[in-house]
């Protein structure tokens, strides 16, 4: 039996990818939980399952943070964790991307997961083994070219998690991020297009493929649950060994 059973969860950026089968997951563990996203259509696929709450909003604002808490409370009576995994990607090069550019990518990546930590953590000292995570990228442990303000923001929010599970660890909650690398979902849909004639993941990934969604979402389930109840303050690369790798070599599998 999952250690997620009767838990209650939160997850923002729900409608697609990662969040979705972060969603779809956690309920087939047995947990209960709030999907956030930008519109209401977008979440119409939780409407059948009277598990699953969809909040519609955008994470930037703090009104949204905290109709998304309310929602767990109103609707399952307490919160256990929170997913704050909404993110956009913003290409372009230093001098050539406009700061406005900037200043989005970082209000979502950055702003607003903590605003939802900000809004979560009250409820989560409440319960036994709150948890949050957050969604980095193995762009913010290293960085991708012609990627500077998602590169910058993923780095942020690696280390705002780091410091956030610093502050609270004695109360008991952890605070962790999942480090996707190439992952096939909706932000990546050019890439995959681009790859079927490239091949790129067989030449920089080691494990020679795309990372799945579930693949991410089974290590959110697990740093979300009191399995990983020792476990704070990492970035956890779910990457087939991208991070890993310094680049220097061929990856075997382009080799074969
Ligand atoms: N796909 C990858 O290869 C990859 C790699 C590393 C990190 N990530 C990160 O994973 C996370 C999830 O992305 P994904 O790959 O599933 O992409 P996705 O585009 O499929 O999903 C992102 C979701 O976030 C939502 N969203 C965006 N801005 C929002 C806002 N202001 N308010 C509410 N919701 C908002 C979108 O509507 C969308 O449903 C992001 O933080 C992304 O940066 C993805």
């Keep these: 039996m999952s250690s997620n059973k009767g838990r209650v969860y939160a997850v923002t950026g729900a409608a697609s990818g990662i969040g979705r089968a972060t969603v779809e997951r956690l309920v087939d563990d047995g947990a209960s939980v709030v ?3 930008l519109s209401a259509e977008a979440l119409q696929w939780t409407a059948s399952d009277d598990r699953i709450v969809a909040v ?21 009576g307490s919160l256990h964790g929170v997913f704050l995994n909404a993110g956009i990607a913003g290409a372009g090069l230093i001098e050539r991307a406009p700061m406005e550019m900037f200043d989005s990518v970082m209000d979502v990546n950055v702003r607003a997961v903590a605003l939802g930590m900000r809004a979560a ?4 000292r409440e319960v036994d083994g709150g948890a949050i995570v957050v969604t980095g990228s193995t762009s913010g442990i ?27 660890a004695h109360e008991g ?6 480090c996707p690398g190439p992952t096939r979902t909706g932000m990546t849909t050019e890439m995959q ?4 004639t490239a091949n790129t993941m067989k030449n920089v990934v080691p494990m020679a493929r795309w990372g799945e969604a579930s693949e991410l979402a089974a290590a959110v389930s697990f740093l979300l649950s009191p399995d990983s109840s020792f476990i704070t303050a990492v970035a956890l690369p779910v990457d087939g060994g991208v ?7 061929p990856t075997y599998g382009s080799r074969i």
């Design 121 to 124: 953590l009250p409820r989560l």
């Design 243 to 249: 991070t890993a790798n310094t680049g220097q070599f």
């Design 173 to 178: 909650i952890r605070v962790n991020a999942v």
């Design 193 to 196: 297009e681009r790859d079927e």
């Design 35 to 37: 999907a956030v996203d």
């Design 56 to 76: 519609a909003g955008d994470v930037t604002s703090e009104e949204t943070n905290k109709a998304m808490v309310a929602a767990a409370i109103e609707s399952f």
């Design 142 to 168: 290293g960085a991708d070219p012609g990627l500077w303000t998602y590169n910058a923001s993923k780095a942020a929010v690696i280390n705002m998690a780091k410091s956030a599970a610093l502050d609270v």
